[in-house]
């Protein structure tokens, strides 16, 4: 009896030992309170991290663990007052942040201009042209803007000619073809051929960008083309890409860079076929009937999730950043779309409001921001689709910021190798949006694709395809500002359709060779 009570009190203390021993290998990679966040869940902690620019001004940020910062000014910065504003105090951070699934929260003062700015978006997407009943419809329509043209309110000028991945292509940053082609190296030449549309051939430019029909002189900058070291980038050839794009919507999602590539693609398909187009408070659509083409504009800043309301020392009316949750516009629609450019950046670097010292900066917050969007769209279970990060646009404001006499003026040439100088802020910028880039590549797990359109060093060259001057007049007929960040149209921006297309057009041959 003694023996079996001990045989028993044996297992007994056996059972437990294992049961403990167990109970801590779960513990260690599950620890009591760990929560699993998603870039898609809504919930952000509330411990703080802060930022601060390099004059002093502040960001708020918030997330789950203190994180040490140091913070560079950065005396360089260019940027624009226009569509798309941006501070003259920016900062090239040197932030390490090693924790990839931060949870945080950027407040950046917007209360006064910025909302202004984004209304004028919103009024922008309200208020397309010649609009008609759209056969092929997306989720959320709310009524259909109707505005005809009138060529005889628009601007007209003489135009005189110049005289003078790995083989799935997934992990693949500067997109080439067997022949080793490199899309994004090379060199601009002149074309006498000239641009495939005029300031007065397509109804649709952005009054600002309308170089030509605000009197600007010259035109040569309108000609000259990018040509890739090792291979020809082809001409747009509308008719081709309507007829890949059919059936399928083209997506557009980001900045006023992102409208002012989406007004090239309308400017250059306008040339054979007139768009129906219908618009709500998010979406802004153009139809192609012959093809069921369509063509989508989505209006994202941040490219991430924001909101106004009061945060602790930050008080309602500023703009608070959920750098870990995508834009809910875009969520709401992507998995619609067949091809979507992503484009962003200018506008994290900004004035911010007076807050504690930060602890991520505002560089670091474009990274963090393009990480979350890319990675929400690789991994969703229903996006099959084309995503097309295109890298960082360069600005041009020499001798001083936007609103610090800084000029793109009578720049009318590109730049000649031996003439370029590197802008720091572009340069951190567009490494800040290729890490993002390459963690949202390992975290990849649906079927879609991801592509990086490298055009930051090919557009560094191009300081003379900006409207500068020939924008908005006050009322003294002086320009009220310089836009040296945006592009004319026709233009340089015109080259990144061409891209898009071979781009596009690479990945359905790659498709045809691997079935």
């Known amino acids: 009896m003694k023996m079996a009570s001990l045989s028993y009190l044996m297992v007994s203390l056996g059972g437990l030992v294992l049961f403990l021993v167990l109970g801590s290998l779960l513990l260690v990679p599950y620890p009591i309170g760990t929560t699993i966040h998603t870039y898609f869940d809504d919930t952000v902690n509330s411990s703080k991290l802060v930022l601060t620019t390099g004059n002093g001004d502040q960001t708020l940020i918030e997330g789950h663990q203190e994180i040490n910062a140091h913070v560079t000014p950065d005396n360089s910065l260019s940027g624009s007052n226009l569509e798309t504003p941006v501070s003259s ?40 042209i010649p609009s008609i009943d759209v056969k092929r ?39 080439s073809d067997d022949s080793g082609c490199d899309l994004y190296h090379g060199s601009w030449f002149y074309d006498p051929s000239g ?42 050839e509308t008719k081709k890409f309507l007829e890949l794009m059919r059936g399928k919507t083209l997506a557009f999602i980001g900045d006023s860079l992102a409208r002012n590539q989406m007004e090239s693609m309308l400017c250059i398909l306008w040339q054979v076929e007139v768009p129906k187009t219908r618009a709500n408070r998010i979406l802004q659509r153009y139809y192609f ?89 690789v991994t969703h279970p229903n996006y099959t689709g084309l995503t097309i990060l295109r890298s960082y646009s360069p600005a041009y404001y020499e001798t001083g910021a936007w609103n610090f006499g ?32 390459d963690s949202a590549i390992k975290k990849k797990t649906n079927k879609s694709k991801l592509k990086l359109m490298d055009i930051t060093e090919a557009f560094s060259y191009r300081h003379d395809g900006h409207p500068g001057p020939y924008t908005k007049r006050g009322p003294d007929g002086r320009p009220t500002s310089l836009d040296c960040l945006h592009w004319c149209l026709p233009g340089p921006v015109d080259t990144w359709n061409e891209l898009l297309l071979e781009i596009i057009q690479r990945e359905i041959d790659l498709k045809y060779q691997v079935a």
């Open 89 to 128: 105090s920016g900062v090239n951070g040197t932030a390490d942040v090693t924790d990839k699934n931060l949870q945080s929260v950027i407040s950046l003062q917007v209360a006064a201009n910025d909302t202004r700015e984004e209304n004028k978006e919103k009024a922008r997407t309200n208020s397309v």
């Open 137 to 175: 419809t997306l989720p959320g329509d709310s009524g259909i803007a109707d505005r005809k043209s009138d060529d005889s309110n628009r601007a007209t000028s003489p135009r005189t000619k110049p005289t003078i991945s790995a083989v799935t292509g997934d992990e693949i940053k500067t997109m």
């Open 195 to 236: 641009p495939l549309y005029t300031n007065n051939t397509c109804p649709i430019i952005t009054q600002t960008h309308n170089c030509q029909g605000n009197g600007r002189p010259d035109g040569e900058y309108e000609y000259w083309r990018w040509k890739p070291s090792r291979c020809d980038l082809p001409r747009f």
């Open 289 to 377: 009937n012959s093809t069921s083409t369509m063509i989508v504009r989505i209006w994202s800043s941040w490219l991430v999730h924001q909101t106004s309301e009061r945060f602790e020392f930050a008080p309602e009316g500023i703009v608070k950043l959920h750098l870990d949750t995508p834009d809910k516009n875009v969520m709401k629609f992507f998995p619609n779309f067949d091809v979507i450019v992503i484009s962003s950046g200018h506008w994290f670097t900004r004035q911010s409001d007076s807050s504690p010292p930060m602890k991520v900066n505002n560089i670091k917050a474009f990274e963090i921001s393009v990480e979350t969007i890319l990675t929400s769209l």
């Open 406 to 437: 800084g000029s793109c003026t009578g720049k009318v040439k590109p730049l000649v190798p031996g003439e370029l100088v590197e802008n720091n802020t572009t340069s951190v910028k567009h490494r800040k949006q290729v890490t993002g880039f």
